[in-house]
């Protein structure tokens, strides 16, 4: 999105893969060095070294001067943890 292009876009969808795994990032060296950062570390080809959103949630590019992102649930995890209290309030309440 910040380039207005694919970072690996191929003629067909085997070319596209071969270049996900084969090109290396080519970013423009006039990019705002904190979200050079940012991008090569989302697209870096290793999945042990690739960012992951928590490392993303605290990136100084996406943090800024606001401080850091606040914690959220995802549904799921919301209503799991939902259900557990109120499994836990059950139990308290025929106790």
């Not at 085997?14 to 060296?29: E, G, M």
């Not at 940012?38 to 606001?66: A, F, I, T, Y």
């Not at 401080?67 to 549904?75: D, E, S, T």
Request: charged share 25%; hydrophobic share 35%; aromatic share 6%.
């Amino acid at each position: 999105m910040v380039l207005g292009k694919y970072p690996f876009l191929g003629d067909t969808l085997q070319d596209t893969y071969d270049k996900i795994v084969n090109n290396p990032n080519s970013l423009p060296d006039v990019m705002d060095p904190l979200l050079k950062n940012l991008l090569e570390g989302l697209l870096c080809k290793d999945p042990v070294q690739r960012m992951n959103l928590q490392s993303v949630c605290e990136h100084e590019w996406v943090v800024g001067d606001e401080g850091p992102i606040p914690r959220h649930l995802c549904w799921c995890q919301r209503q799991k943890m939902l259900k557990e209290v109120s499994d836990r309030n059950a139990e308290d309440t025929f106790t």
